[in-house]
């Protein structure tokens, strides 16, 4: 017990020198970046401060890799949230953009994800024809996005946290993710919150799917503690994801039990 409490201090303090980022992929429908790019760079002169785009892997010609990714990627759990249309402009994309967002600090992940999806908008405005957040592996549709930037402008508009940190999940985190025998989420760490992992025994995967949300609620709402004691969870920092990938979440993993 000593060696796995000692082991599980270590994993926390190694985690606590992660800070995470948005990592944004924009499909063009031309093979010219440029419209892009630039729209890109307006909007970090804008508004979008600390964000850039990666020249190194963007690239002015298709990716025949992106069609399995976005088809591993789309959300799954809200109706609708794709059509035939999202999935040819995928298949037919001419190029590739990738935005970095800055390294955030825990209390500044919400207002940074509000402030990517301000970027997912300025982006489509410009011609993108499909988006995915890679730092979570979730692709919606450009009518889903629509629908999730406008209910973030609102929340932001409203100066409801609460609200926006609940939009920045729905938008940037992806759930259920199947994990011996647990269905997890992956991405809570983009709006400052730890991932949550829940036996596959405790229901269907839909009801899977709204214990996550409504344990990620009772964390916003009411605190880390309160909410493990009232679930009877345990907090976790023995992660399937190394701390240098971008899924890795260095708040932690809550495990329920069953």
Excluded at 60 to 81: H, K, L, T
Excluded at 218 to 241: C, M, Q, V, W
Aim: proline share 3%; glycine share 6%.
């Amino acid at each position: 017990m000593a060696v796995e409490a000692s082991a599980e201090t270590a994993m926390r303090e190694e985690a606590s020198s992660v800070t995470p980022r948005h990592v944004l992929c924009f499909l063009g429908k031309d093979r010219d970046l440029s419209r892009l790019s630039e729209a890109a760079a307006q909007a970090v002169r804008d508004f979008a401060d600390g964000f850039s785009v990666d020249e190194e892997y963007s690239q002015a010609e298709p990716d025949d890799r992106m069609s399995r990714s976005f088809d591993v990627c789309w959300d799954r759990v809200e109706a609708d949230v794709w059509n035939e249309a999202d999935e040819r402009a995928v298949a037919d994309h001419q190029s590739v953009l990738y935005v970095l967002g800055p390294s955030m600090a825990q209390a500044e992940t919400v207002k940074v994800s509000m402030t990517a999806l301000r970027l997912v908008e300025r982006l489509i405005t410009a011609g993108a024809v499909a988006v995915k957040g890679e730092s979570a592996g979730i692709a919606h549709g450009l009518d889903r996005w629509r629908a999730l930037i406008g209910q973030g402008a609102e929340a932001v508009k409203a100066a409801d946290p609460l609200a926006q940190q609940r939009i920045g999940r729905l938008a940037f985190a992806k759930r259920p993710l199947s994990a011996r025998g647990y269905l997890e989420s992956v991405g809570f760490h983009l709006v400052g919150l730890p991932d949550v992992c829940v036996p596959e025994a405790m229901g269907s995967e839909r009801q899977i799917v709204a214990i996550i949300d409504q344990v990620a609620d009772e964390i916003a709402g009411h605190g880390l503690d309160p909410t493990l004691k009232k679930r009877h969870a345990s907090l976790s920092f023995n992660s399937t994801y190394e701390v240098d990938e971008f899924k890795f979440n260095p708040y932690g993993i809550i495990w329920l039990s069953e």
